[in-house]
């Protein structure tokens, strides 16, 4: 990342901890109000929030892992979703899930090198009637095969 723009985005975070340090049940809004500046919370982050704050940086750590809001790495420009649900799972979500998997190189959680995906597993997309279902960004793709999930892809890579 670029130092000056780096610099700029630690600025604007003090001077958010500074307007929520005499309120009540700051925290929150400091983290959410921080991945907006940053797009991520970076232990760098979180640890100039506990010091700003005062706080724990365990607090800090345990808010960011708890909730899903969150995300402590950088996201890739498309959010790939697999549902794993119970519904999913059964139509054969598992290997469509591993052919995404194969197909980007990335693991569960992770973004690829060239910053294009994160793949995510989820629980339920609220789709069970399309079962198996895969989210990229907010376009829905159902009753999936693993074959079909190249040619999906391929739309996002732009080939």
Same mark, same amino acid.
């Given at each position: ?56 940086? @365990?607090?800090?750590? &345990?808010?960011? +892992? ?5 995300? !402590?790495?950088?996201? #890739?420009?498309?959010? /790939? ?29 992770? @973004?690829?090198?060239? &910053?294009?995906? +994160? ?5 339920? !997309?609220?789709?069970? #009637?399309?079962?198996? /279902? ?26």
């Amino acid at each position: 990342m670029d130092k000056v723009l780096e610099k700029e985005k630690f600025q604007k975070l003090d001077e958010l901890i500074a307007q929520y340090k005499d309120k009540k049940g700051p925290l929150m809004p400091v983290m959410q109000h921080a991945q907006e500046i940053f797009g991520y919370l970076p232990l760098e982050v979180q640890s100039a929030i506990a010091d700003g704050l005062n706080v724990p940086l @365990t607090d800090v750590y &345990g808010v960011a +892992t708890f909730y899903s809001q969150f995300v !402590l790495e950088p996201k #890739g420009d498309n959010t /790939v979703s697999i549902c794993l649900g119970t519904a999913c799972y059964v139509k054969g979500a598992s290997k469509v899930f591993d052919r995404v998997q194969e197909e980007l190189g990335v693991a569960p959680g992770k @973004t690829t090198a060239d &910053g294009k995906f +994160t793949l995510l597993a989820t629980r339920c !997309l609220g789709c069970c #009637g399309l079962a198996p /279902v895969m989210m990229i960004n907010d376009d829905v793709y159902g009753r999936l095969t693993p074959d079909v999930v190249k040619g999906i892809l391929d739309k996002y890579r732009g080939a």
